[in-house]
């Protein structure tokens, strides 16, 4: 089981609140659960940029310099690893950058099963992970198409219509244009969760937040900052985070629209 992350913002941030600073579910206590490894890629506009370790987000003596000096992106994607299929290694950490593409994962699927839906031109793993393979199998449908949603779609239905074994699809992906987050989950939809949140929002009582998330707000509302953030849990105390239904796709552009469709 693991714990994802994602933003996406209107200016370069970096994301040194949600890892060190949140009152409520910062990334390196998360990773105290998730301890077998710890990535993050980010999106400056022209290109993406990515750091992974195989140890423990809260063991890393880099962790904190990467963060604080030099994630800056419009897009982040972010992973803390609790391994189920693959050792402990560089490779079979999350996420991955494949044809312009960044995925994290969080759930298990037949790695056998799903391999075999696996076109030959789409073989070129890095790592020994079913996550791997789903973020691969799930761009062959979408290359297939020529379409994120439907391919994303197709995807499911192939997965279902083989009766392939799966915890959860829950995922982040993004190819620097769009983030999408899917929450598909078979069992557990308790643990298998996504949530989403506007920051700053516009209707939030400061008075009633914590010392480190008001700190935050105001700074953003100085800067003319916006940010979405998707996140396994709610990693803040504001009331206005919102929880991806199941079986559902939360697309968020570059301006920061935001849709639901369900899958």
């Known amino acids: 089981m693991c714990r994802l992350f994602g933003l996406v913002s209107n200016v370069l941030v970096d994301v040194y609140f949600s890892f060190y600073s949140s009152p409520v579910s910062s990334f390196v206590e998360l990773s105290r659960y998730n301890p077998h490894g710890w990535g993050v890629a980010w999106f400056n506009g022209n290109e993406w940029n990515l750091f992974k370790e195989a140890k423990a987000l809260y063991e890393s003596l880099k962790a904190k310099k990467v963060i604080s000096k030099s994630v800056r992106g419009r897009i982040v994607i972010s992973h803390v690893r609790f391994a189920t299929t693959g050792s402990v290694k560089k490779v079979n950490t999350h996420p991955w950058?494949?044809?312009?593409?960044?995925?994290?994962?969080?759930?298990?699927?037949?790695?056998?099963?799903?391999?075999?839906?696996?076109?030959?031109?789409?073989?070129d793993f890095?790592?020994?992970?079913?996550?791997?393979?789903?973020?691969?199998?799930?761009?062959?449908?979408i290359e297939d198409v020529n379409d994120v949603i439907e391919g994303?779609?197709?995807?499911?239905?192939?997965?279902?219509?083989?009766?392939?074994?799966?915890?959860?699809?829950?995922?982040?992906?993004?190819?620097?244009?769009?983030?999408?987050?899917?929450?598909?989950?078979?069992?557990?939809?308790?643990?298998?969760?996504?949530?989403?949140?506007e920051r700053p929002c516009g209707d939030v009582e400061l008075n009633r937040l914590s010392k480190q998330t008001r700190q935050l707000i105001q700074m953003k509302l100085l800067r003319n900052e916006k940010a979405i953030i998707i996140a396994s849990e709610q990693m803040g105390d504001e009331p206005a985070w919102?929880?991806?239904?199941?079986?559902?796709?939360?697309?968020?552009?570059?301006?920061?629209?935001?849709?639901?469709?369900?899958?």
């Open 242 to 263: 919102r929880r991806v239904p199941n079986k559902h796709l939360l697309i968020v552009d570059k301006n920061l629209n935001i849709e639901l469709v369900k899958v």
């Open 126 to 141: 890095e790592g020994e992970t079913d996550s791997e393979r789903l973020f691969h199998f799930m761009l062959q449908e």
């Open 97 to 123: 950058i494949y044809k312009n593409w960044v995925f994290a994962h969080n759930g298990s699927i037949s790695k056998l099963s799903l391999e075999k839906l696996i076109r030959s031109e789409y073989r």
């Open 152 to 197: 994303i779609r197709n995807a499911i239905l192939k997965i279902l219509n083989h009766s392939i074994d799966f915890s959860s699809l829950n995922c982040l992906f993004s190819n620097g244009d769009k983030l999408y987050a899917l929450r598909y989950a078979k069992t557990s939809p308790n643990y298998y969760t996504l949530y989403y949140i």
